[in-house]
């Protein structure tokens, strides 16, 4: 995990959703409090968030881009492809990074190990310091209060950022309706 961020994703029965932190932290600094980690992308049709350095989360957001481009949105096979293609780059691969991407249907986790993984649920992921908060939280309140797609991330990444020191409460969000 990374000492940078929270990234949560849920893909619900109405929405997808993904949201992140706005903190930005150099050692026990915080650089900033406001930053976008999240986007969407392939004409709002994906939603991707990054945990690592910024410069290695656009350079990776550009490359799985272009891979969603050639692919024509197919998620599934965009993620296969830009997996091998960073595991495979001598430069990639030592990059300390994350990625979470999802649409209506899929999500998935990205690492530059090679990994691609599917939630064993198949509808909550999270990435970075404070993933491991925010995912219980997303757990708990799935099961126990009748929350929309979007107030049960917001709420599950506030809960995150009450306890992980790498984690603000400048929470970004974005949705894609199903």
């Known amino acids: 995990m990374f000492d940078a961020t929270t ?9 997808a959703v993904i949201a992140g932190d706005g903190q930005v932290t150099f050692g026990d600094s915080i650089l900033k409090s406001n930053a976008t980690k999240i986007r969407t992308l392939y004409k709002g049709e994906i939603l991707a968030g990054f945990a ?36 495979k780059d001598k430069v990639l691969r ?49 099961r126990h209060a009748d929350l929309d797609e979007e107030s049960l991330v917001k709420e599950s990444l506030l809960i995150a950022s009450e306890l992980c020191i790498y984690t603000n ?9 199903n």
Do not use: C, Q
Request: hydrophobic share 45%; proline share 1%; glycine share 10%.
């Open 7 to 15: 990234i949560l994703a849920y893909k619900g029965k109405n929405k």
């Open 52 to 87: 690592g350095s910024t410069a290695d989360a656009f350079n990776l957001f550009d490359m799985f881009e272009g891979y969603l481009d050639e692919r024509k949105g197919d998620l599934i096979k965009a993620v296969v492809d830009f997996s091998k293609a960073w595991r």
């Open 94 to 142: 030592r990059l300390e990074a994350m990625m979470i991407v999802l649409n209506r249907e899929h999500i998935f986790i990205l690492t530059g190990n090679g990994d691609v993984v599917e939630p064993e649920d198949g509808e909550i992921a999270s990435i970075g310091s404070g993933g491991n908060f925010a995912i219980s939280a997303a757990r708990a309140l799935k």
């Open 169 to 177: 409460n400048n929470i970004k969000l974005l949705s894609l309706e």
